[in-house]
């Protein structure tokens, strides 16, 4: 999904910035060439947006340029994997260091807060029940390590999904290494947060189940809905409140926090 948004994007970024660079004769083949790559690196990226504002396509750059961002984020979850303390464990246990619950907003919320709010978010386990395709301690969806880089191909087919690593966190490690779903679970709540961020302004404050709606609560509800479109739908539809249970469940223990 974070793909087919960033090739809506740049196709979007390179009309805009047509008439512009008309005058230059630009070819934008190169361009166009990063849009058939599946999994283009940080650096190819970053190249692109040189190339792009050399030819005079400026909200092109811009675009290819937060996606090298992006991309070297889900890099450094890697790179953490090699560190002393991401320690591959053979039964996934909460003794992690302090360091590896760094809040994505520093300014905003302190480590305390975030670390109380990661270590409520594990999912239960009869919260599990058949749904055997959620990954990991947080039960995160396929469709959401997808979308940070994780994994790759994602299909639902009735109730079974299907997928592949893309190698960036061998999944055998990541099952193993709590460091490793931490920093997943951190990357998928800064998307969620980024992606909803003028639903949560709106909503913030607002009486919702009968308490004040803070953002843990509303990052909660993204999580177990599958990001904005989920949290929009749980928001407008006391039916789908009452429904998901689970997921109102989560809100109303993890809101407040922060």
Request: proline letters at 4%; glycine letters at 8%; one cysteine or more.
């Amino acid at each position: 999904m974070f793909v087919i948004a960033f090739v809506f994007l740049l196709l979007a970024a390179l009309g805009g910035s047509r008439k512009q660079s008309e005058f230059l004769r630009a070819d934008t083949k190169p361009l166009l060439g990063l849009l058939r790559m599946k999994h283009p690196t940080s650096k190819q990226l970053r190249a692109g947006a040189t190339y792009a504002l050399g030819i005079g396509y400026v909200q092109a750059a811009r675009v290819l340029r937060d996606r090298a961002d992006f991309v070297d984020n889900v890099r450094k979850v890697a790179m953490l994997l090699g560190t002393s303390e991401a320690i591959v464990q053979t039964r996934p246990c909460f003794n992690v260091p302090v360091r590896n619950f760094e809040s994505p907003w520093p300014d905003e919320i302190e480590t305390a807060a975030w670390a109380k709010y990661v270590r409520g978010s594990r999912l239960p386990d009869e919260d599990r029940g058949s749904r055997d395709w959620l990954i990991g301690i947080f039960g995160l969806s396929p469709r959401a390590l997808e979308r940070i880089g994780i994994m790759a191909d994602v299909k639902k087919d009735g109730d079974r999904w299907s997928g592949s690593w893309t190698g960036t966190v061998p999944s055998e490690f990541f099952l193993k290494s709590v460091p490793a779903q931490v920093q997943a679970f951190t990357a998928i709540s800064d998307l969620h947060r980024a992606e909803s961020r003028a639903t949560i302004d709106d909503i913030l404050g607002q009486e919702i189940e009968g308490v004040e709606a803070t953002l843990s609560g509303l990052l909660a509800v993204a999580l177990r809905a599958g990001g904005k479109a989920g949290l929009e739908s749980w928001l407008n539809n006391e039916s789908d409140r009452r429904k998901f249970k689970r997921t109102t469940a989560a809100y109303l223990k993890l809101n407040g926090i922060f």
